[in-house]
């Protein structure tokens, strides 16, 4: 990716003592104000600070797999930037699947293949989920369809990790579902305050039939939001993602949204039920443009997107790909490969689709080349197959109702491995993120754990010092969290430092303290062959004894 100069250049200032080894060298250059007593906001209680700097000069160079990193990599330089195709192994292997029959949503680990929690998804269930939707932390917004109670219509956000999730009673431990039995949620209560990793849940229009959905690719806690599209209504409604609160409420006539996929400018594209597609666009203040009439989908059912900017839908007997630039669609016939009813359908890195057929199980098409070619299916695995998804290890999966089953696919030979999930499973969406991440704009995240005070000694950590280049069309957003041990810290809950371009360094930490600091350095571009540059991060300590 090229950096497309000029460039908004952050300053990595002066650091106030010599850069140190982990563990931290206290000695300071002479002369160095930091250096100097009487001045609490330069100089620490406990005495002098020390830094410790990651990055091609500093004392340890830039790791871009370290701690969990995702979707960046090195430059020739040796700095961290954006890799669009790079957000595979590392992402959190899980699976969302809605089984809207009970009224709960399943998560899978891909790797292992165990449900590792379950969830009610609406106080006192029976509220039929069925879309499902995974943002760039891994948290699962579900949309509640209620199709027999029009007063349950819904959606309800569920953290992917437990450093998301919120110790409501305060017992120093987060309770929630670690396997296929859910905690309970009581009718009646707004929020469950028996499973802490539920964090929102809002009840929409009744009777609106939520039958869509899709995270944004935003970065910080105020930039990111989530679409539900309301079928009866023919809207789509914008939440923030942080709160669930409704930002805006969008008619998208004469479509019914039935699917949408956010394509790599943001913009949100709706596969109508009554036949038309049409499009959000976003940068443009949310003007909607609907295509129908001879424009209108040929193989209308599930919808996705590629990282070209394309969209697909697939239905009947047929995939089809649309041009935005042209307004044209392409057309492949999949009849004679014994394609029935297509329905869910997924694009990998590889602008490979995967199409889940009612009857046959799974179909992959190449659509790398000028034209969409097709290449082989699964065996029948069974029968009422819903949706389809690509995992983080570039594996396709299809969701069978009949078995109350996700199958993984193994995309050489086209084998599957079943994992039972709860009764009715029916999902569509991008119930991995997967999506989000491989047709939306580029994004990734660094992370590196910075080592403090050892011994008897406490630490405060007192700011963060870096250098980057944020060129136009891009944002960096830059979050901590401590602990006093490895253990601790994988659940200790992230607080948002800065944003970049608006925030410039050095970020102050006020309060932080413990052994280790974990910082997060994530990277978004609106533009696939633009990336943010970080040099150099630098994070300063002073050491208390006593």
Not at 202 to 216: E, I, M, Q, V, Y
Not at 361 to 379: C, N
Request: aromatic letters at 6%; one cysteine or more; glycine letters at 12%.
């Amino acid at each position: 990716m090229k950096s497309n100069l000029p460039l908004l250049v952050l300053s990595l200032l002066p650091l106030a003592c010599n850069p140190a080894n982990l563990g931290g060298e206290t000695s300071c250059e002479s002369g160095d104000p930091a250096c100097e007593s009487g001045d609490p906001n330069k100089l620490p209680p406990g005495g002098p600070g020390a830094y410790d700097k990651v990055g091609p000069t500093g004392n340890t160079p830039f790791d871009p797999t370290e701690d969990g990193s995702s979707g960046v990599k090195l430059d020739k330089d040796g700095n961290i930037v954006l890799d669009p195709k790079g957000f595979g192994s590392t992402q959190s292997p899980i699976l969302w699947v809605a089984n809207s029959a009970e009224g709960t949503v399943s998560k899978i680990d891909t790797r292992t293949l165990t449900e590792v929690g379950r969830y009610f998804t609406h106080p006192g269930g029976k509220a039929d989920p069925s879309r499902t939707t995974v943002g760039l932390s891994g948290d699962v917004v579900v949309a509640n369809r209620s199709a027999s109670d029009a007063s349950r219509a819904s959606a309800v956000r569920i953290a992917g990790d437990k450093s998301q999730c919120i110790d409501r009673n305060g017992n120093g431990k987060i309770d929630t579902s670690e396997n296929a039995t859910p905690l309970g949620w009581a009718e009646g209560q707004p929020n469950n305050p028996t499973d802490e990793c539920i964090l929102w849940f809002t009840k929409l229009t009744p009777g609106s039939l939520p039958r869509a959905a899709g995270f944004n690719a935003g970065l910080g806690e105020t930039d990111t939001v989530v679409y539900v599209g309301l079928y009866s209504t023919r809207e789509v409604v914008r939440l923030n993602a942080k709160t669930g609160a409704v930002m805006k409420t969008i008619s998208v006539t004469p479509a019914m949204p039935y699917g949408l996929v956010l394509d790599k400018n943001g913009d949100v594209w709706v596969r109508g039920a009554e036949g038309s597609l049409a499009v959000i666009q976003v940068n443009q203040g949310d003007q909607v443009k609907v295509y129908n009439g001879a424009k209108a989908p040929p193989c209308p059912y599930g919808i996705a997107a590629d990282s070209a900017g394309r969209i697909y839908t697939a239905g009947g007997s047929c995939v089809s790909r649309f041009d935005p630039k042209t307004e044209t669609w392409e057309k492949l016939d999949l009849q004679p490969q014994g394609m029935q009813s297509g329905r869910g359908l997924a694009i990998d890195s590889k602008t490979g689709i995967w199409i889940a057929d009612t009857s046959t199980g799974l179909f992959h098409v190449d659509g790398a080349g000028a034209q969409m070619v097709y290449k082989g299916k699964t065996a029948n695995v069974s029968s009422n197959n819903v949706g389809a998804a690509v995992d983080f290890d570039n594996n396709p999966w299809v969701i069978s109702q009949a078995n109350s089953a996700a199958y993984k696919v193994d995309p050489s030979n086209y084998s599957t491995k079943q994992v039972s999930v709860g009764s009715g499973p029916y999902t569509y969406s991008d119930m991995t993120g997967y999506q989000l991440r491989n047709a939306g704009a580029p994004s990734g995240f660094w992370r590196h754990t910075f080592l403090g005070c050892m011994g008897a000694s406490q630490t405060r950590w007192l700011e963060l010092v870096y250098m980057l280049q944020a060129p136009a069309g891009t944002q960096v957003t830059i979050r901590v969290r401590s602990a006093n041990d490895k253990t601790s810290l994988l659940s200790a809950p992230w607080t948002e430092m800065a944003k970049i371009p608006s925030d410039v360094s050095p970020v102050k930490l006020p309060g932080i303290s413990g052994s280790l600091l974990q910082v997060e350095v994530g990277m978004k571009s609106s533009v696939r062959d633009v990336t943010p540059i970080l040099s150099g991060l630098s994070a300063g300590y002073s050491c208390v004894f006593g």
